[in-house]
């Protein structure tokens, strides 16, 4: 008697089981991705600036689309120089990504970028006759 019974769930389980299956596959979860640069080159850097000294960093707040390309780009923090600010922002709007995903599929995504502006030390050849140009009004 307890084996017919035990027999007896043990169908009703494997009944109900095949209940819940269903007839379409089961949709597997994808990680996400983050966000990849590619191609990043630096901005132009304007030669009087960097050779005088003047340096900084321009925060940029980026919208990186599906296809990999930004699609919007706007300053957040000046670098303190507008000449930079707009060399930065030009340069990475060129900038190449591998998008994001989300569940597989590409996905737009908001990341902060920071471009430095750092003064050559020691200074380059070319900053000397920059330097005499501008000493004499030039």
Known sequence: MKLRLLLG???ACVSLAACNSSDQPATSVVAPTEVAAIQTPPPD???ELACTGVGGKSVLKVVVGVQGSPTEVALITSSGNSQ???SAIAR???WKFKAATRNGQPAPTTI?????FNPP???PDECFA???????GG
């Open 9 to 11: 769930s043990l169908a």
């Open 92 to 94: 990475v709007r060129e």
């Open 130 to 136: 920059i330097e005499e140009r501008m000493r004499r």
């Open 121 to 123: 030390q020691p200074k």
């Open 45 to 47: 850097y304007p030669a």
């Open 112 to 116: 902060q970028v920071p471009v430095s």
């Open 84 to 86: 930079l600010d707009d």
